[in-house]
């Protein structure tokens, strides 16, 4: 079991989560300036979410965009990154995240997700998530 409670619980929290970082970090400028657009394809929950520097959009309308990176993986996988606690390349080789496109943006990426990083733990106390994983 995922944990996450359900999809809604999923998008709110990241819609929220990259709306800020984008809004109130550097995470948006960079963004930007790197030309890279994401689409995550999560499982348990299952949401798809594109993320540029605009925002975040979440199924249908995510599934209709062409991203510059796809990362897929499921919702506990998401949970460990962002509470800083998954080996990005370790879970690559593990195929517990598949990346498609330029490995170059993919590990472009990781950086600039810094201050998501910072602001999840607040994230997981407003939604009851564990932070012992």
Not at 17 to 43: A, D, N, Q, R
Not at 66 to 88: A, C, E, F, R, S
Request: with cysteine.
């Amino acid at each position: 079991m995922s944990v996450f409670k359900d999809k809604e619980m999923a998008k709110e929290l990241f819609g929220d989560l990259w709306t800020k970082m984008i809004k109130e970090t550097e995470f948006g400028k960079k963004l930007k300036e790197s030309g890279i657009t994401i689409l995550f394809v999560v499982k348990d929950p299952d949401v798809t979410m594109y993320v540029d520097e605009n925002g975040p959009l979440f199924d249908d309308e995510a599934k209709a965009k062409i991203p510059v990176v796809t990362m897929q993986m499921n919702g506990d996988t998401v949970h460990k990154y962002w509470l800083k606690k998954l080996n990005i390349p370790k879970a690559l080789a593990m195929r517990q995240i598949k990346a498609k496109g330029p490995v170059n943006k993919v590990l472009q990426i990781l950086p600039l997700l810094k201050p998501g990083q910072e602001l999840y733990p607040e994230y997981c106390k407003k939604y009851g998530l564990p932070m012992d994983v």
